[in-house]
């Protein structure tokens, strides 16, 4: 499951549990970008904080791990090159890409779309405010599906933390905790 994760929240949670509960998966890899190609530089957090509170997030879920393949490498984050590397990591695994309902409906304007689909199966889960739909993509590579409506999502956990409001429950206590310490989201220090 790729994403920003600035904060990691519950929608990301359920939705990898949902998942790999459903589908057998023996291990969900949660790959926070290095620099997101959709998003300017400065609106994002440093990766290394985005990393470790993935990591505190996902540490006591025995099928839980987190990657460094996205926040190592050079340059922009490109999901293709998530999954190539990763393949290489793992020759032997058959790769699911766990990704909610809006980015799905992005992903044909991702860089090398066509190789994607050979690459991984792609798993597209439901999310309040988008419709989930796999129009336009392979029906064979893309499996769609239902899972617990969390309506939350990081923009507003950081509009939260700035605004002074609570994100308690909204993220693990661990994360409200890192973001309390490390004064994340607070705007100019
Ligand atoms: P931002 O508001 O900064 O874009 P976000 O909440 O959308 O953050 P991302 O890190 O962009 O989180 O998302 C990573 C992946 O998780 C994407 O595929 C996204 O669709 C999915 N996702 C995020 N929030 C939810 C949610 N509440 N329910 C289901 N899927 C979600
Ligand atoms: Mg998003």
Request: charged letters at 20%; a negative charge; proline letters at 6%.
């Amino acid at each position: 499951m790729g994403g920003t994760f600035d904060p990691i929240h519950h929608g990301h949670l359920v939705a990898a549990s949902e998942v790999q509960a459903l589908l057998g998966l023996d291990e969900v890899v949660f790959v926070p970008t290095g620099r997101p190609w959709q998003k300017e530089t400065g609106e994002v957090s440093p990766a290394e904080h985005r990393y470790l509170m993935t990591v505190v997030a996902t540490a006591s879920n025995p099928r839980f791990t987190v990657s460094r393949v996205d926040v190592d490498r050079e340059g922009l984050t490109y999901t293709v090159d998530t999954l190539r590397d990763l393949t290489a990591q793992r020759p032997d695994a058959d790769l699911f890409f766990i990704t909610g309902a809006d980015a799905l409906a992005q992903i044909l304007s991702w860089k090398d779309a066509d190789e994607l689909f050979e690459l991984a199966q792609f798993v597209g889960v439901t999310r309040p405010g988008y419709a989930l739909s796999e129009l336009g993509l392979p029906a064979d590579r893309v499996i769609l599906q239902e899972v617990p409506a969390m309506a939350i999502s990081s923009t507003d956990c950081r509009d939260r933390v700035r605004a002074g409001q609570p994100v308690w429950y909204l993220v693990p206590d661990g994360v409200v905790q890192y973001i309390s310490k490390h004064r994340l989201y607070r705007g100019a220090p």
